[in-house]
Nanobody
Framework: QVQLVESGGGLAQAGVSLSLSCLAS????????MGWFRQAPGKGREFVAA????????SYADSVKGRFTIFRDIGKNTVYLQMNNLKPEDTAVYYC??????????????????WGHGTQVTVSS
């Protein structure tokens, strides 16, 4: 089964940018819908952004629309989340996820069956 490894988290001040990466261990990410989710302390896991298997459909949570961009590099088998103009409320553990069943929704966590271990993003004001 594919494994996902996130990287790129860290500590940032409000207003700056961070980029997260998600490397898939096998097959090609073009076989899966790929998503980013996050979980803040004391809160449930929430959808952030996703890209479908063919790369022609993207979806974003309203809270990040216009600030975050999801994109992929097929050659590197990696999905990225570019996060600009970070806010303290973006503080969370960010998880990469893959949906091997590509006919589910892009925004529902229940439609993803492979998850990374997460990477912490902390934004200070």
């Amino acid at each position: 089964q594919v494994q996902l490894v996130e990287s790129g988290g860290g500590l940032a001040q409000a207003g700056v940018s961070l980029s997260l990466s998600c490397l898939a261990s096998e097959r090609t990410i073009a076989s899966y819908n790929m998503g980013w989710f996050r979980q803040a302390p004391g809160k449930g896991r929430e959808f952030v952004a996703a890209i479908n298997h063919s790369g022609d459909e993207k979806s974003y949570a309203d809270s990040v629309k216009g600030r975050f961009t999801i994109f992929r590099d097929i050659g590197k088998n990696t999905v990225y989340l570019q996060m600009n103009n970070l806010k303290p409320e973006d503080t969370a553990v960010y998880y990469c996820a893959a949906a091997t069943w590509i006919f589910g929704t892009l925004i529902g966590a229940q439609d993803y069956d492979v998850w990374g271990h997460g990477t912490q993003v902390t934004v200070s004001s």
